[in-house]
């Protein structure tokens, strides 16, 4: 008789399997691609100063929500991001195993960050969907003058920041290495279509990157100036950025980033491996 956790791990990949599971995931990220080239859009109206919005996630669900039929996008944007969720649940219990056969401890470990990351922000779109109008960045800015009360609290803002910074990191390499790839159904692809892919890829991760690099080196600096105003994510990363001579180019080069990893993401609707 098998042991109860074969049965769990069982029961747990057949449920990964599933055509249901499949098909919200691949629908949630048309919505996350959807979701990323409304914040490109932001990051422009930023560099060139026309934008009231946060420039962040939470400000693009905003944007969305103001739009005709708004209300119905988010609310499967929502349903895909719970989707993805519970996939990438299934991936760190289960593990995904490589060209060799094997899983990868490290694997589980980015799903399960993946799985926390979409679970926040479905619970963003949630709180969009009920009029509730406080941004993320507003709520990460109170979070942080909370925190940096104490010195002990100043240290956790500033180890955020370093943790902040390391996934910017993190996505940087993945993206020039691009080790996307490796979760792509390349078999699938025309020769024309995995060019595409990659330098959508390539182009998203690192704009991706660079942001969430910035982003984490203001959070450590706002602890250790105590400065909440810096603490505000990747809305005080693109504020900071548009205040400088050549911020509104490099904005708008980043909204260009932003914009390829929507387009990634919606490539990846058809060709990721789930």
Not at 52 to 81: C, E, H, M, N, Y
């Amino acid at each position: 008789m098998p042991s109860l956790p074969k049965q769990a791990h069982g029961a747990a990949s057949r449920a990964a399997d599933s055509t249901w599971l499949d098909r919200l995931t691949r629908g949630g990220l048309i919505g996350y691609g959807i979701i990323h080239l409304l914040f490109a859009w932001l990051i422009v109206q930023i560099a060139f100063g026309g934008s009231a919005t946060d420039g962040d996630q939470s400000g693009a669900l905003q944007t969305l929500a103001k739009q005709p039929f708004g209300t119905l996008l988010i609310v499967a944007i929502v349903i895909g991001l719970a989707a993805m969720t519970i996939w990438q649940i299934f991936e760190a219990a289960i593990g995904h195993r490589d060209e060799h056969g094997r899983h990868r401890a490290y694997e589980r470990i980015v799903s399960a960050g993946r799985a926390a990351f979409y679970l926040y922000f479905g619970w963003t779109g949630v709180k969009v969907l009920r009029g509730k109008g406080s941004s993320s960045a507003d709520s990460q800015q109170k979070a942080s003058e909370d925190l940096m009360v104490s010195s002990a609290g100043r240290v956790t803002v500033g180890l955020a920041g370093l943790a902040v910074a390391a996934i910017g990191v993190g996505l940087l390499i993945y993206g020039v290495t691009r080790k996307f790839e490796k979760h792509l159904k390349t078999g699938q692809m025309t020769a024309q279509m995995r060019r595409i892919s990659r330098r959508l890829g390539v182009a998203g991760y690192t704009a991706k990157g660079l942001a969430y690099g910035i982003a984490g080196v203001l959070l450590l600096t706002a602890a250790i100036q105590y400065d909440p105003d810096q603490a505000r994510g990747l809305d005080a990363t693109l504020h900071t950025l548009a205040a400088q001579s050549y911020g509104p180019w490099l904005l708008a080069l980043t909204a260009a980033g932003i914009a390829a990893y929507g387009l990634f993401a919606i490539v990846e609707s058809r060709y990721r491996k789930v």
